[in-house]
């Protein structure tokens, strides 16, 4: 059974750090793109960030240059480390991963259960 499990979120200060990881399990995630996605309350789901098994990394305007993407294939895990976070980072934020046939990395069919992190001014 394929499984993503995030850990890592909290609450954080303006201005602060955070690392996220998503574990995977029941698959090989080497083969697959991951990606990074948050949901605020009220708000449509985002992707942050995406990075293929080639190691090519994608990652939205709002966090280019603060969050970097990165996966450890040994550890079938994928992270996300934030830095100068700032209160509109606040949300749940999600993993996700789908097999890549080569092209985009979209449509993801896995999901974890998501973490919270809470940025205060």
């Known amino acids: 059974q394929m499984q993503l499990v995030e850990s890592g979120g909290g609450s954080v200060q303006a201005g602060g750090s955070l690392r996220l990881s998503c574990v995977a399990s029941?698959?090989?995630?080497?083969?697959?793109?991951m990606a990074w996605f948050r949901q605020a309350p009220g708000k449509e789901r985002e992707r942050l960030a995406s990075?293929?098994?080639?190691?090519?990394?994608k990652y939205a305007d709002s966090v280019k240059g603060r969050f970097t993407i990165s996966r450890d294939n040994a550890k079938n895990t994928l992270y996300l480390q934030m830095s100068s976070l700032k209160p509109e980072d606040t949300a749940m934020y999600y993993c996700?991963?789908?097999?890549?046939?080569?092209?985009?990395?979209?449509?993801?069919?896995?999901w974890g259960q998501g973490t919270q992190v809470t940025v205060s001014s």
């Open positions: 990075i293929y098994p080639t190691g090519n990394t």
């Open positions: 029941g698959y090989i995630a080497s083969r697959y793109c």
């Open positions: 996700a991963t789908r097999w890549w046939p080569g092209g985009a990395c979209s449509d993801f069919n896995i």
